[in-house]
Each structure stands twice: as C-alpha cells, then as structure tokens.
C-alpha cells in the first residue's frame, strides 16, 4: 500500500479529477488494527489482498470516469461499485493489518459528505430535462439512502454515529414516502436497469436501509425522533415481502434478523426453504434462480453461480439463520463455492447483467462483478 502522504497527493492533485481535502475524512484514519510491516499469510482458499486490490481498483476507476462527474465537482453514487465497496471494504480492514482507510475510500467519503453537508445546493443526478419526468425525485430520493448507508457502514465500525451520517439519515427521512402503497419506502431510480434501477428496486434498498438503521451505533434505532420513520419502513418491507422476487426477499431476510417482527414465521421460513432449494450441487447460487427476469436485447440470461448471489445467500444465512442445522450445511457449502471462484487474475468474483450480454472489457461490462466482489467478501468475513 502507498504511504498515508502519498495517498493524500494523489488525492488532492490527480490530473483531470476534483480536489477534496482530506481532512474530511480524517475522522476515519486509525479505526483498523496497528498495521503489520509484513505482509498477513493468504486466508486458505481466498485472498483477501487480491480482493482489496480489485475493490480498490474499480472504486478507483470508477471515481474516474467521465459519466460518474457530477456538479460541485462531486461523483455519482452508484448501486453496483460504490455502495457494495463502501458495504464490504472496511470488513478487510483488520485482516489485511490496515491502519487507515484506502485512498479510493477517501476518494468516495470525501465526495458522500460534501454533497450531504451541502445538500440543498447539490443537484440531482439525474435531470427531468434529460432523462424524464420523475426523473430528479428519483434521483433524489435514492442518492439519500445510499448516502445514509454508505456513512453508517463506515460509522458503525467504528462505533460513534457521525454528525455527517446524522445528516445523511435526517436528508433520507426528508425524503421517505408518507402516504399511500409504498409509504415507509423511497421512490427509487427507475431506468429499468435490474436489479439495482428498475422496480424492484424500491423494496431491495428499504431492505438495507433497514439493515444499517437497525445496526447504527450509539442506539440511533431508539431514537424518539425517528420512531415513527422506521416503524412505517418495518410496516413497508412487512407489507409488500410476498410480492417480493426472491432477491429481495433474502435482503429482507437480512433485516429480519435485526429488526424484530419484520417477518412472520411462516414468510421466513418459506424465503429460507427457496434458497436452499435453489443451491445449486456445487454450493453456489444463480442471481438468475432469484427472480423472474428478462434482458432487454433479448439474449439468454447467464444461468451459472455467481457471486453476487451466492455472497448475499451465504451472508443472510449467517447473520440470520446460522443457529439452524439446516442452514449451517448450506452456508459451508456457498463458502466453499465462494473460496474455489476468486479470479486468481483479478482477485475478483464473476457476475454476469440481468439487462443484456456485456463484453466484458467494456464500461459497464464489470459492475455486477463489483457487487460480486463485494458481497463475497462480506460473506467470507462474516464466517470469521
């Protein structure tokens, strides 16, 4: 790893790209262990540096890339690179012996915290003169949650809610839906894009909303003040769970396990019995089996284990279901589909869009394999 002074260089000078002061993210700096001068053995079956080094690398690439520049010289959050990297990066943290977070991540934050400290004069991502009707709220409403997210799996490791993620969730509860069927939820970003822009989207990132409120330091959760806000997000993912894909479901699952009554037995049990059932006999899952899905250019969809599906599966089984001898079987057997698929050449896990065939060479051909990477780490750090 670079040098914490040369890391700041590069962040305050990089050609082409906006400047942030570092100071923002200062607050970060020390929340792993004292580093080790040398180099920490490979983790049996997975390597964690090469892991680290994909995540980093795409975060990186992605800060760079043109369509991802936004106004006050900020970046675009996005579904697929940005929040599953800010979700599983600071789970190596310890394990790799890093003292500080990675210069991509300073990148990230910096950028998350200026667009919420100066919230009212941010633009949304998305125009209504450009890309729709509905567009701007949208936009809006979704960059809210994945801000508030995004700071709280930062926050929550370290143990003290920040007044920037403070922020973040007061900007998101704002925004939060007050009437009608999808009261509790936010309107999300519909570009048809699944499963991270399109319809469905909606109840998958109340899921994890859910999940980072219900995990927030300092008992946010007990807060009077927000009270009402996350019973109507518990009454939303309770509400609409059986119209759920099973993608979804499992998320919800996810927030089942910190948020009591989400579910019922009965809904629970049904969503843990489709999961094992759809494991494939090499320990893998296909996000293809999760949902009913159909590309856009009409080509067939990828059929084979991914690591997207098969990080998130083995993930939700641990946090919410590991006391069940059932699942146990099923969650060694997705660690050992997750161990024997890192791409010795990447260090990443492969992925494949829902939406159409992508060469995967291309802009947009790696952005499930982001979120794969991601979820597969999340997934074999948590059976630590």
């Given at each position: ?45 997975w ?10 690398s ?49 990148i ?20 209504d ?27 929550t ?9 403070r ?13 009608g069927p ?20 909606q ?49 919800a ?14 809904d ?79 260090g ?9 065939k ?27």
């Amino acid at each position: 790893m670079k040098s914490e002074g040369r890391a700041q260089q590069r962040i305050l000078t990089r050609p082409g790209r906006f400047a942030i002061p570092v100071l923002l993210c200062a607050a970060f700096v020390g929340q792993g262990r004292a580093a080790d001068k040398s180099s920490p053995p490979a983790t049996p079956g997975w390597d964690r540096q090469a892991a680290a080094r994909y995540l980093d690398s795409r975060e990186d690439w992605w800060q760079g890339w043109d369509r991802a520049q936004k106004d006050h010289e900020t970046l675009c959050v996005s579904c697929h690179t940005q929040a599953p990297y800010a979700l599983a990066r600071p789970a190596l943290r310890a394990d790799l012996g890093e003292s500080d977070i990675s210069a991509a991540e300073k990148i990230m934050l910096a950028s998350i915290e200026k667009r919420v400290r100066s919230w009212n004069q941010m633009l949304p991502f998305y125009s209504d003169e450009r890309y729709g009707a509905g567009k701007e709220v949208e936009s809006r409403a979704a960059e809210s949650v994945l801000n508030a997210t995004i700071l709280l799996s930062y926050d929550t490791r370290r143990g003290r809610l920040s007044q920037t993620a403070r922020m973040a969730l007061a900007n998101a509860w704002t925004l939060q839906l007050q009437s009608g069927p999808e009261a509790g939820a936010w309107t999300w970003q519909d570009f048809a894009y699944a499963p991270w822009e399109s319809k469905e989207s909606q109840y998958h990132w109340a899921a994890l909303m859910a999940v980072a409120v219900a995990k927030a330091p300092d008992n946010y959760r007990d807060d009077p003040q927000v009270a009402g806000n996350l019973a109507a997000l518990r009454a939303y993912l309770s509400r609409n769970f059986a119209a759920q894909p099973l993608l979804n479901k499992t998320v919800a699952l996810w927030a089942s396990a910190s948020v009591p009554g989400l579910l019922s037995d009965a809904d629970r049990n049904a969503a843990l019995g489709a999961l094992y059932t759809l494991q494939r006999p090499d320990g893998g899952w296909s996000l293809t089996d999760l949902g009913i899905w159909q590309r856009r250019d009409q080509t067939p969809l990828e059929s084979r284990p991914d690591g997207y599906a098969t990080g998130l599966a083995v993930l939700v089984l641990e946090q919410g279901a590991a006391a069940d001898p059932r699942a146990r079987e099923h969650i060694a057997r997705g660690i050992h589909w997750l161990k024997a698929n890192q791409d010795p050449a990447t260090g990443g896990w492969p992925a494949w869009s829902l939406n159409k065939k992508r060469d995967p060479k291309s802009e947009a051909g790696p952005f499930m394999s982001d979120a794969a990477t991601s979820y597969a780490v999340l997934a074999l750090e948590a059976q630590q």
